[in-house]
């Protein structure tokens, strides 16, 4: 019997797991031996001094422990090499040597382009999205993706009862890379007042201004929700300037961060205090919801029944609320338009 692969790339997300174990019922169902490659792409370069060290044997009684836990269990890294032709014909050819007649990439935009190169190789991929950002247009969500906004609501929820308690507004950052959705559906699950997202330009001063004006009306514990990718999409502003006057230890080209904008907005807003949180990792190591775990599954089933079909380069999403599979190349040329009503709604534009 040929054997089926399944690797984890790119950033981890919670559901990876679970996609593993529901690959392999599907392996198993099928009677076929399932492999797993460990961190990525790397475990193709054939770098190992043993099999073990890039390769796992996934039966049943490995897995099925694995399903619920956070994290990857085959681990996952980038791998810069894989970019390389030369490269990937050697993966493919190992590939081949190992008579894999499929492997399961799980992953984001990256992994999926990675997964077309071999399918062109002749190595039959299927994509699964994993990647807490949302940022695959082609799909209504991404594993881990619910997980992660679930973690950052009762982040937030947690940080307005305090905000309330010392009427404090409070700046929040969430992950999501490029892409403003973590940022915009914490913002509108917790009622939070102003929410800055990387699709849109913005200022350090509309925002403070925003700011002032929530306290000039009495709201002196508002939350701004801030997005990772924002500091590359913020206009110019000189924080060292700024706060050096006010004896801040700042240094001169230092970044803007979720810290130096509470101080920033502090000082313009006259508040005796901004504080600052950045919800950072544990969006990305939690414990998947149901939702993830169930997308995680049918996503899981979905692949290893399109490898039995015979077919591949093809990646699988959800789409009005149902899963369904699409060709790689389509899927990531997509374009979803960002959604300004709900950023217009939480703003009060
Ligand atoms: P995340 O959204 O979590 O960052 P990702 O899959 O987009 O996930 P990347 O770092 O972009 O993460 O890509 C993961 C890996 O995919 C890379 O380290 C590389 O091995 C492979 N990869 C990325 N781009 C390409 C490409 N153009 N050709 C071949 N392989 C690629």
Redesign the pocket.
């Known amino acids: 019997m040929p054997n089926i692969a399944v690797l984890t ?3 981890d ?1 919670p559901g990876m797991n679970a996609a593993v174990v529901s690959v392999a019922r599907g392996a198993a169902r099928l009677k076929m031996p399932l492999i797993g490659i460990k961190r ?2 790397n475990g193709l370069l054939g770098k190992g001094k043993t099999w073990e060290d890039d390769y796992i044997r996934l039966d049943l009684d490995t897995v099925l422990d694995i399903a619920d836990l956070p994290g990857t269990y085959l681990r996952t ?4 090499e ?2 390389e032709p030369a490269v ?1 014909e050697r993966a493919a050819a190992l590939l081949k040597e190992m008579d894999v007649a499929g492997l399961v990439v799980i ?8 997964a077309m ?1 071999l399918c062109e190789l002749g190595i039959p991929c299927i994509g699964i999205p ?2 807490i ?1 949302n ?1 695959l247009a082609y799909t209504e969500m991404t594993l881990g993706f619910d997980t992660a906004i679930n973690v950052c609501t009762d982040a937030v929820r947690a940080i307005r009862a305090t905000s309330r308690s010392h009427d404090r507004p409070h700046v929040v950052e969430v992950m999501g ?1 490029n892409c403003g959705d973590i940022a915009l559906m914490t913002a509108a699950s917790t009622g939070s007042e102003i929410v800055v997202v990387p699709e849109v330009k913005w200022t350090v001063d509309g925002i403070a201004r925003e700011l002032n004006r929530l306290i000039e009306s009495g709201n002196t514990r508002a939350t701004v929700v801030i997005a990772e990718g924002c500091w590359e999409s913020m206009k110019p502003f000189d924080v060292y300037q700024f706060l050096k006057p006010y004896g801040k230890q700042v240094f001169e080209g230092e970044p803007m961060s979720a810290n130096r904008f509470a101080s920033v907005l502090k000082r313009k807003c006259g508040m005796v205090e901004v504080r600052s949180t950045v919800v950072g990792y544990t969006q990305r190591g939690a414990q998947p919801t149901s939702r993830d775990s169930t997308f995680a599954f049918e996503a899981g089933q979905m692949a290893m029944e399109l490898l039995h079909r015979n077919i591949s380069n093809e990646v699988i999403g959800i789409r009005n609320g149902k899963i369904f599979h699409m060709p790689i190349d389509k899927a990531l040329k997509a374009h979803r338009p960002f959604n300004k009503t709900l950023y217009n709604q939480i703003n009060g534009l």
Do not use: V
């Not at 890294?77 to 810069?80: D, M, N, P, V």
């Not at 992953?107 to 382009?113: A, I, K, L, W």
């Open positions: 790339s790119g950033g997300s990525g792409f890294a980038r791998c810069t894989f970019l990937r992953g984001g935009n990256g992994s999926f382009t990675g190169r994993g990647t950002d940022d890379r």
